[in-house]
T-cell receptor, first 113, second 112 residues
Framework: AQSVTQLDSHVSVSEGTPVLLRCNYS??????LFWYVQHPNKGLQLLLK??????LVKGINGFEAEFKKSETSFHLTKPSAHMSDAAEYFC???????????FGTGTKLQVIP | DTGVSQNPRHKITKRGQNVTFRCDPI?????LYWYRQTLGQGPEFLTY????????KSRLLSDRFSAERPKGSFSTLEIQRTEQGDSAMYLC??????????FGPGTRLTVL
């Protein structure tokens, strides 16, 4: 079965420093993988997705993620954090039929001025 | 493409009352999903429609919950005899021909 594990429930960084949000997946094949962001009291917004075309995926707002099959990881990074990046981030993997998806437990990113 | 919309955005009700939420998906998206999200958790799948057919329901969807998508466009989620444990954010997502789900802003339900 496909599943994802987000290794950190909270990450705190200073503004202007790099961001690393970790996600490991479990799958019997190379899955599609997604990162979504949820700002307080807002819906989920797609940041980026991996669909096997390229292992390094660029998303919106300067985020990118690298699919590493050998490590079963899909970590989200950004070179320089901005205050507006403070939000909760979810790693997501499709599972089963009908493109159902499983969400990770989320990582709350705090950006310190 | 105006995105997925949900109404109301917030609902406060007393225990035992019935509530109904509405989701309007992106036009021509034939797949529609409902999720529930509680504080500190990721969204959990509730049910899925392809066009007007409800193809799957989670065990989370007790018999007090019912969802419809009568014409394959908008969908409603009704909760009867609400309980305090139903308090959560209810999210709707739609999907077209790609593997990407697009989410609405959610309806936050508070049961007093």
């Amino acid at each position: 079965a496909q599943s994802v594990t987000q290794l950190d429930s909270h990450v705190s960084v200073s503004e202007g420093t790099p961001v690393l949000l970790r996600c490991n997946y479990s799958s019997s094949y190379s899955p599609s993988l997604f990162w979504y962001v949820q700002h307080p009291n807002k819906g989920l917004q797609l940041l980026l997705k991996y669909t096997s075309a390229a292992t390094l995926v660029k998303g919106i707002n300067g985020f990118e993620a690298e699919f590493k099959k050998s490590e079963t990881s899909f970590h989200l990074t950004k070179p320089s954090a901005h205050m507006s990046d403070a939000a909760e981030y979810f790693c997501v993997v499709p599972r089963g039929g009908y493109q159902k998806v499983t969400f990770g437990t989320g990582t709350k990113l705090q950006v310190i001025p | 493409d105006t995105g997925v919309s949900q109404n109301p955005r917030h609902k406060i009700t007393k225990r035992g009352q019935n509530v109904t939420f509405r989701c309007d998906p992106i036009s021509e998206h034939n797949r529609l999903y409902w999720y529930r999200q509680t504080l500190g958790q990721g969204p959990e799948f509730l049910t899925y429609f392809q066009n007007e057919a409800q193809l799957e329901k989670s065990r989370l969807l007790s018999d007090r919950f019912s969802a419809e998508r009568p014409k394959g466009s908008f969908s409603t989620l009704e909760i009867q005899r609400t309980e305090q444990g139903d308090s959560a954010m209810y999210l709707c997502a739609s999907q077209g021909s790609t593997d990407t789900q697009y989410f609405g802003p959610g309806t936050r339900l508070t049961v007093l």
